[in-house]
């Protein structure tokens, strides 16, 4: 083997940092959608390796659902200062007030559908043109299917069946006004590659990503980790269990695995022998439908 | 560990989806609750059987009809390598999506079913393997339970592709005879094939050999964007960001800026903000010259004793994407990598017959799907390489100027 040789987390960087730089000089106001989780720490490490030695040239935008990880939002306030990157915050709370939409109800009221809304307000407020985001193909079989450069109607809505060719590391990004584009930087890496980037590439994650301590209760065999969001009934058990969290959504929906893993190599460890897939262990409004995901995305939902 | 993405292509119902979901299942890459999610929804099937296929037919209007829409990508690991995989849709109204799976491509299989043998979408795709020049072609005969695994109805089978690929140029085609929903010579070596004394297909996956697919040779560089940061400590840095198409490129390389043809020294190199020595394919990198010298996106950074075609008039082959046809003479944009030009359609000299590779001559329009061989002007001169010398500086795509969208895939002759 020669050295002229990538290993493949060389040629996914290479090819992620490809696609930042594409929409950097193909769009005029692009956004880079930041939700607090590994998946967008790692798009930020990527834009700031992709524009170096210059600083990222488009604002963080982070859709608040109010229903965030504390840990998370003081990571991601961290991190903007870190790379001097503007943060811009909309909250899904004002969107709720201003377009009187109806609270979801229950035990664990989501509102991940409602992020939508103040996702395509925040989209029309900035004019922007472009949003990255941090979704990866492997992740559901909806967005196995998504282009890297994917256009939106001015509705913001995805058609499957209109997908433009993409073809060799061509990117058409040109649409008409009103229109915007969603990009996906990091499609073909894996929950494992990201993992392994971030230990290869040292990158900071939030402080739930490793074992602690939390009360938690029990919801058809996931951990749903207590907080003011979450209304418990009264046959309700609550327990303090170690654990971390795969992945880092709302509290209300994003399910806690027991674990005593507390450094990197523990929990890349744990996730090479887990049997189950990422969606499937930490998501609790996923497992609906079959199309639930497609049916967003048509949405205009990421 | 390396990366190889490869494609499944074929007729509908050759069984690709079946063999990415089997490769999948029996390499222990699927997890048990995508696992239960697949039995549930077959579960109203008669035979009791999972559909394999449903792991990648994604969308819900694939799932309604059975077939394959668009190309859907899936990931798996073994010890040695880590795969890409392009589930391509089997359809002739589809190919545009399967052309998108295929351009990326290291390696392709071409699935041809047992009791059908080689038929027209076996062709077509074979010719998109040959023109898009995808380095490694496997040919997986399926079905064999379905011929009680007979080694006459292999040999019949490759004996008519070898034709094919005689007359397509393809060269050093693999066969191999399998069963992809029994499992057949997926992952291990099948007992009911004792004939076929060839490896199964996940060894060959991961033993081909793919350092060479990438050119060292012939150094080229692009520009994506110029980077200028203006701040204080930082005043005059100008930094050309770009990826290696082809080729290593070293500290003191004495470089030509394409089109303009201003000759210069590559003063710095660097990768992810870190300086380095040198650089080279496919590396997303930035290259500082000594010269001050006035480039923008779209241009040509290439050594002083190996350039490439600068021309405004290029001989091409278009694959038509598009529903609306191409009318001779209409106006797109050519988009070469990050290069944007706009381009018109002077002539177009011959179709390509995608099943005797005849050249046709041209009624009318050029249709969805079909491959011709045409004349393009451009606005601004491209800096390119043959498609087969160097095909990633030797490609480009159409686009619509009303709609904006990608009508053409072309390579440079
Ligand atoms: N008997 C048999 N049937 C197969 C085999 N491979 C696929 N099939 C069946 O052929 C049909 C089409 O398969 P599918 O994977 O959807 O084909 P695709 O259109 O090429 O993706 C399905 O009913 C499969 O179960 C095989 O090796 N043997
Ligand atoms: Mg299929």
């Known amino acids: 083997m020669s050295n002229y040789h990538l290993n493949y987390l060389e040629e996914l960087e290479a090819e992620s940092i490809y696609i930042f730089r594409e929409v950097a000089a193909q769009f005029e106001r692009p956004a880079l959608l930041f939700s607090g989780g590994k998946d967008s720490i790692t798009l930020v490490h990527l834009a700031k390796k992709a524009f170096a030695p210059g600083k990222i040239p488009f604002p963080l935008v982070h859709i608040d659902t109010g229903h965030n990880f504390p840990e998370a939002l003081t990571f991601r306030d961290w991190l903007a200062n870190e790379v001097n990157a503007t943060l811009t915050v909309r909250k899904v709370e004002d969107t709720i007030k201003q377009r009187s939409l109806t609270e979801p109800k229950g035990k664990f009221p989501s509102r991940n559908w409602l992020q939508t809304y103040t996702l395509l307000d925040t989209i029309e407020e900035f004019k922007f043109d472009c949003c990255i985001g941090g979704a990866r193909r492997d992740e559901e079989k909806a967005r196995a299917k998504e282009r890297i450069f994917s256009v939106r109607d001015e509705f913001g809505q995805w058609n499957p069946k209109l997908q433009r060719p993409e073809l060799w590391n061509i990117y058409n990004g040109r649409i008409h006004k009103g229109e915007n584009v969603r990009v996906f930087p990091i499609s073909n890496w894996t929950e494992l590659d990201i993992w392994n980037y971030i230990r290869k590439e040292n990158i900071g994650l939030p402080s739930i990503y490793f074992s602690h301590e939390r009360e938690v209760i029990e919801h058809e065999g996931q951990l749903v980790a207590m907080s003011e969001y979450v209304q418990p009934s009264a046959d309700d058990i609550i327990t303090t269990k170690k654990v971390r969290y795969r992945t880092v959504g709302d509290m209300t929906c994003t399910a806690a695995v027991e674990s005593t893993a507390s450094t990197l190599d523990e929990v890349i460890n744990e996730i090479i022998s887990t049997k189950i897939s990422e969606r499937g262990e930490t998501r609790i409004d996923d497992r609906v439908t079959e199309a639930a995901m497609e049916d967003r995305k048509k949405n205009g939902y990421f | ?413």
């Not at chain 2, 297909?201 to 050999?209: K, N, S």
């Not at chain 2, 060292?216 to 050309?240: E, K």
Request: glycine share 6%; with cysteine; proline share 3%.
């Open chain 2, 1 to 413: 560990m390396d990366l190889l993405r490869f494609i499944t292509a074929g007729s509908v119902d050759d069984g690709k989806s079946t063999l990415i979901g089997r490769l999948l299942y029996d390499s222990k890459n699927i997890l048990i609750d995508q696992l239960e999610a697949l039995e549930k929804s077959t579960k109203n099937r008669t035979d009791g059987s999972v559909d394999l296929a449903l792991l990648t037919d994604g969308l819900r209007a694939e799932r309604e009809q059975g077939i394959t829409i668009d190309v859907a990508y899936r990931y798996f690991t073994t010890p040695k390598r880590k795969f890409i995989i392009a589930d391509a849709p089997g359809h002739v109204q589809y190919t545009r999506n399967m052309i998108t799976g295929a351009s990326n491509a290291n390696l392709i299989i071409i699935l041809v079913d047992a009791r059908q043998g080689v038929v027209e979408q076996t062709r077509r795709h074979s010719i998109i393997a040959s023109l898009l020049k995808i380095p490694h072609v496997v040919v997986a005969i399926n079905k064999m339970d379905l011929v009680e695994y007979l080694e006459d109805v292999y040999n019949n089978i490759v004996i008519d592709y070898a034709n094919v690929a005689k007359q397509l140029g393809l060269k050093d085609v693999i066969y191999i005879p399998i069963s992809a929903l029994n499992g057949d010579n997926i992952v291990d070596k099948s007992t009911a094939i004792d004939w076929y004394m060839g490896k199964p297909l996940l060894e060959l996956l991961e033993e081909v050999e793919i350092d060479n697919d990438i050119n060292l040779t012939d150094a080229r560089f692009q520009v994506q964007l110029v980077i200028r940061p203006q701040t204080d400590d930082l005043h005059d840095y100008r930094g050309y960001a770009g990826k290696v198409i082809s080729g290593i490129y070293k500290k003191g390389d004495k470089v030509t800026v394409l089109p303009a043809g201003i000759e210069t020294t590559i003063s710095k190199l660097e990768v992810g903000g870190e300086e380095v020595e040198e650089v080279f394919a496919p590396q997303s990198v930035v290259i500082q010259l000594a010269d001050d010298i006035d480039i923008s996106r779209g241009d040509a950074i290439t050594k002083v004793d190996n350039q490439p075609q600068v021309n405004n008039e290029l001989e091409v082959l278009l694959c038509w994407l598009d529903d609306k046809p191409l009318v001779p003479g209409n106006k797109y944009y050519l988009q070469h990598n990050s290069r944007l030009v706009r381009a018109v359609v002077k002539q177009i000299d011959y179709k390509l017959d995608v099943n005797s590779l005849d050249q046709q001559p041209v009624e009318g329009n050029v249709k969805l799907n079909e491959v011709v061989k045409a004349t393009i002007k451009t606005a601004a001169p491209l800096v390119f390489d043959n498609y087969e010398k160097i095909s990633a500086n030797g490609s480009g795509i159409l686009v619509d100027e009303t709609s904006n969208s990608t009508v053409a895939a072309v390579l440079f002759k």
